[in-house]
């Protein structure tokens, strides 16, 4: 099966969550967050796939039950209450509704992430004639997940060998405290040596390009991502307006 365009996956991905969201179904949203699930353990990407949305989830939900579970001030009966806390029906209602559609979201665009190529990305940005910055702040911000992530694991061994830190929660506290300000400098110094790199190299070129990497496309692809958003845009206006035609 040959490789997706990364314009196609994206495309793809968005009319799909757009059209989730626009149908009201919490049953759709929960399919459709399975389904990623499945796509992600049958590429070999479920590990990854569920650190991310974890990561991104975690404190999103944990703010919407906050908000409108356990600081609900609606005047609806108490399920729970604790002083100034108080847990209703309608407020867990709508932090459910709203937690699926944020689901909906990151899981639609961690899997469409997990499935692109960051190189055939940057590739494909700079062959569509848009500017040379708008692909390098792409392929940078792909990779600096992974860079961050190895540069986090250096610094905290490096800390463990001097026994920085501690027991108890005050002692990972104090770890994590003190992996924080090197990881915030090292990055901070690797951004303005880059940028002297790239001056140096006169970045943005211009005149003649030569590219070395081509991603393979068709004007089937080219077709699919052109019609997927437009039948995606008017399913979603008709979806709004009947209030959620899907169960």
Request: include cysteine; charged fraction near 15%.
């Amino acid at each position: 099966m040959a490789r997706l365009h990364p314009f196609t996956t994206a495309s793809f991905a968005a009319t799909t969550a757009v059209v989730v969201i626009a149908s009201g179904s919490r049953w759709a949203a929960a399919a459709t967050v399975l389904a990623c699930a499945v796509a992600a353990v049958r590429t070999g990407r479920l590990r990854r796939f569920a650190a991310a949305c974890a990561a991104v989830l975690g404190p999103l939900w944990a703010s919407q039950l906050m908000i409108h579970a356990l600081v609900d001030r609606s005047g609806a009966a108490a399920l729970w209450e604790v002083g100034p806390l108080r847990i209703t029906a309608g407020g867990l209602d709508t932090a459910l509704g709203l937690g699926l559609r944020a689901a909906v979201l990151v899981a639609v665009g961690t899997l469409a992430a997990l499935a692109v190529d960051r190189h055939d990305l940057v590739a494909a940005i700079d062959a569509a004639g848009v500017p040379a910055q708008l692909g390098y702040i792409v392929g940078a911000a792909f990779g600096l997940g992974p860079q961050l992530a190895g540069r986090s694991r250096a610094i905290g061994r490096a800390q463990a060998l001097r026994g920085a830190g501690g027991r108890g929660p005050a002692g990972w506290l104090r770890a994590v405290r003190l992996r924080a300000v090197p990881l915030v400098v090292a990055t901070v110094q690797d951004a303005a040596l880059r940028s002297g790199h790239l001056a140096a190299r006169g970045f943005p070129a211009s005149g003649a390009v030569v590219r070395y990497r081509e991603v393979a496309d068709s004007r089937r692809q080219r077709l699919a991502r052109r019609i997927a958003p437009a039948a995606g845009a008017v399913l979603a206006v008709v979806l709004i307006a009947g209030g959620g035609a899907l169960p």
